[in-house]
């Protein structure tokens, strides 16, 4: 809690800040004590701040009465070096010697409103959950219906052209289903299992799945892991889910071909995992988006891959992923996650 007081100058036309400020305040505003007091109030105060608080200050001299006294204002303020962060002041009266003197109590909004936003998020989360459940509960029994009776149909029909049909009306109706299983991933509460998990080994098993493909598709799959295990706390199949999509999605990219390396190190007790290929990259105006439910840059896909991936991540405790993309030079994915001791 930072703490001031202030005195209004006998022209009545500056603020100027008197006696104290204490060090959260000097914590919180960046400056030191030598700096600010003796000087404008509007050196910590927006603009807009300083002139609504002189008025009342001027009103309160004048009157004895003020709407702000003992009441909290919200307000953004600049620190020292320029950021901009929420804070709240509330400010109480006393007269010493027959001098005015207004302290000011103050509070660093930001990890409150960061909260706020966490809650409002979870909260639209579980509303937007509950609604793609039932949504999805109500389509996925007609899209079984459906692609039953079409491999059903393919199993008797004879003609070519029949069959080409049915095979789409097949394909697109397993799509579908894909896509709602993702839909759930994407907005459904994570039910993330805890165990030891060597991510080396787990690496090595995504490898050898994705080895074959890599091949069809000309893309040469490198995996670079050090001898020693790297033990991470997680659940494996979500894990291995993520490393699966991120080789999938790095073989799409590299649609003529390529080099994809996957590895992992050890760096100041976290484990770091990285999948680096060397395809197109992405333009800069979509990776702003690319975390976003829907948005894609494939010509085929749901644009929700990264989204799952990055909740199942973000859902390990401590774990963080992030994309690193410039066009022309390709793309790489790290993936943090706290190294568990053993």
């Given at each position: 809690m930072g703490k001031k007081r202030e005195e209004l100058s006998s022209n009545r036309e500056a603020i100027i800040l008197r006696e104290a400020i204490n060090k959260a305040a000097e914590r919180i505003f960046g400056y030191s004590r030598e700096e600010v007091v003796g000087k404008d109030l509007g050196l910590i105060l927006s603009?807009?701040?300083?002139?609504?608080?002189?008025?009342?200050?001027?009103?309160?001299?004048?009157?004895?009465?003020?709407?702000?006294?003992?009441?909290?204002?919200?307000f953004l303020t600049p620190r020292k070096n320029g950021e901009k962060f929420p804070l709240s002041i509330s400010f109480s009266v006393s007269e010493v010697e027959g001098r005015i003197y207004f302290t000011g109590i103050i509070r660093d909004l930001t990890e409150t409103k960061a909260l706020q936003r966490q809650v409002a998020q979870?909260?639209?989360?579980?509303?937007?959950?509950?609604?793609?459940?039932?949504?999805?509960?109500?389509?996925?029994?007609?899209?079984?219906?459906?692609?039953?009776?079409?491999?059903q149909l393919s199993r008797t029909i004879r003609d070519e052209k029949s069959q080409s049909k049915l095979k789409i009306i097949a394909d697109e109706v397993q799509r579908l289903e894909n896509l709602l299983l993702e839909l759930k991933e994407v907005y459904r509460p994570q039910q993330l299992t805890r165990e030891k998990v060597n991510i080396n080994t787990l690496l090595r098993e995504v490898s050898s799945l994705s080895n074959e493909d890599c091949k069809f598709n000309n893309i040469a799959l490198e995996v670079e892991t050090p001898e020693d295990p790297l033990f991470v706390e997680g659940d494996p199949g979500k894990l291995k889910q993520v490393f699966l999509n991120l080789v999938k999605n790095a073989m799409e990219a590299m649609e003529t071909g390529g080099r994809l390396t996957i590895g992992s190190r050890r760096s100041d007790g976290r484990v770091e995992i990285h999948f680096s290929d060397n395809g197109p990259g992405i333009q800069p105006q979509d990776r702003e988006k690319l975390f976003t439910p829907f948005f894609t840059t494939k010509r085929r896909g749901s644009g929700l891959g990264l989204s799952v991936s990055k909740k199942i991540i973000e859902g390990h405790p401590g774990g963080t992923l992030d994309l690193l993309s410039e066009e022309g030079k390709g793309t790489i994915v790290k993936i943090s996650l706290p190294l568990l001791r053993y």
């Open positions: 603009r807009e701040c300083e002139t609504g608080h002189k008025q009342a200050v001027s009103r309160f001299l004048e009157t004895r009465e003020s709407k702000l006294i003992g009441h909290q204002t919200e979870s909260e639209r989360l579980a509303a937007l959950g509950q609604l793609v459940a039932e949504i999805t509960h109500e389509i996925k029994n007609p899209l079984i219906m459906i692609g039953g009776f079409a491999k």
